[in-house]
């Protein structure tokens, strides 16, 4: 029912919207992302009054609708906050928004508000205002979001997808709503980090592991196999230090939202992986008395990188919600890849085993031969 009734909401448009209370709006634009719409009066003097709709909206969830008068984004909004209460009412009311992970405590605002009441019917909430502003441009730099509550208490918003999208420039004038640079730039820079991040912890990395478990018990593909292996978990480290670096460039970017796990195991990663590639000028020679500790320690950081990064990439879907079809995607990967490892271990063993009968046998006749000369 909530999937239809979204369905519903986001087929409307504002200008076919009648409000039941007879208020007229000269003005409407419907935002982009979050079954939102914005109406309003604007005149020469700044008085700006506005409605703003959000509709698919549960009982137990907060929107607001902001104007960030200094830049774009988040921090320096003044919004109008408005939830239904446990009680039936609907509590609206002014909020400042100045850092990160607010918790949208009532305040003053830069600008004065006047007229604020709100309606809550039909998992819609409507907040009506009167505005105040500054006679001095028709163009706003409007914000608007959605999030739980805890009680009556609004908690931390959505940190993907379309709430990191909820943000637009407002001409006054023509009605039109351009989404900022930020929100979409932000979006496509998470997309890269999760897509580098993938193909090189989550996918090279298991291939390269593949290629040197398998291959060597080969003799024609020596010294092949090591290339192979060397090579493709470079390639792995190189886009994942330019994935982990994207990383690094988006928390810088997003004060106060922190993923700590996808964050710590990334740190591991990198660390573990660096180790890795350092471990590789200090490798001793195949009969070096010291090459079966190397072994071991080469082993157990490369299987450890490999299940974290499998499990980071999980944590990194969980973050983006990209459609599911990229999710299955992987997932079909790692399938086919783990597939493969278990035909190649049994087919491995198969040729280990095949081989150490056949030296076996050909000792055993070279012992049989050695006699019969003797007794020749």
Not at 179 to 208: D, Q
Not at 286 to 298: E, F, G, S, T, V
Request: proline share 3%.
């Amino acid at each position: 029912m909530s999937l239809l009734f979204s369905s519903y909401a986001q087929s409307q448009t504002c200008s076919r919207y009648s409000f039941s209370s007879n208020r007229v709006f000269k003005s409407c634009s419907d935002l982009p992302v979050l079954n939102s719409f914005l109406h309003y009066n604007h005149d020469s003097s700044g008085k700006l009054e506005i409605a703003y709709r959000h509709t698919g909206i549960g009982s137990s969830r907060w929107v607001a609708w902001a104007i960030n008068p200094t830049s774009k984004g988040m921090v320096g909004s003044q919004a109008l906050v408005a939830y239904p209460r446990t009680d039936g009412t609907v509590r609206v009311y002014t909020s400042p928004i100045t850092q990160y992970q607010t918790r949208l405590q009532e305040g003053k605002l830069s600008f004065q508000v006047s007229d604020l009441s709100a309606t809550y019917e039909n998992n819609e909430i409507i907040i009506f205002a009167t505005l105040g502003l500054s006679n001095n441009g028709t163009t706003l730099n409007q914000v608007w979001q959605e999030g739980g509550l805890s009680g009556n208490t609004p908690q931390m918003h959505a940190t993907s997808g379309p709430n990191v999208q909820s943000m637009a420039t407002l001409n006054l004038l023509s009605g039109e709503t351009a989404t900022t640079n930020g929100g979409g730039s932000k979006l496509r820079k998470r997309n890269i980090h999760g897509v580098l991040n993938a193909v090189s912890w989550g996918i090279l990395m298991p291939i390269g592991a593949i290629t040197a478990r398998y291959l060597k018990v080969f003799k024609s593909a020596d010294p092949a196999w090591f290339y192979l292996h060397a090579s493709c978990q470079f390639s792995a480290y190189v886009i994942g230090v330019a994935g982990w670096g994207t990383g690094l460039k988006l928390g810088s970017e997003s004060p106060g939202i922190r993923f700590n796990t996808h964050r710590t195991i990334g740190i591991i990663l990198f660390s573990l992986g660096t180790l890795q590639v350092f471990a590789l000028l200090l490798r001793p020679k195949p009969d070096h008395k010291y090459r079966l500790y190397w072994n071991i320690y080469h082993h157990l950081v490369g299987y450890t990188v490999i299940i974290l990064s499998v499990i980071n990439v999980f944590k990194g879907f969980d973050i983006l919600k990209p459609d599911e079809r990229w999710k299955n995607a992987y997932i079909g990967v790692i399938v086919a890849l783990a597939f493969s490892a278990v035909v190649l271990e049994a087919y491995t063993w198969f040729v280990v085993v095949k081989r150490k009968r056949s030296e076996s046998a050909g000792k055993l006749q070279h012992g049989v031969n050695g006699v019969r000369s003797q007794q020749a």
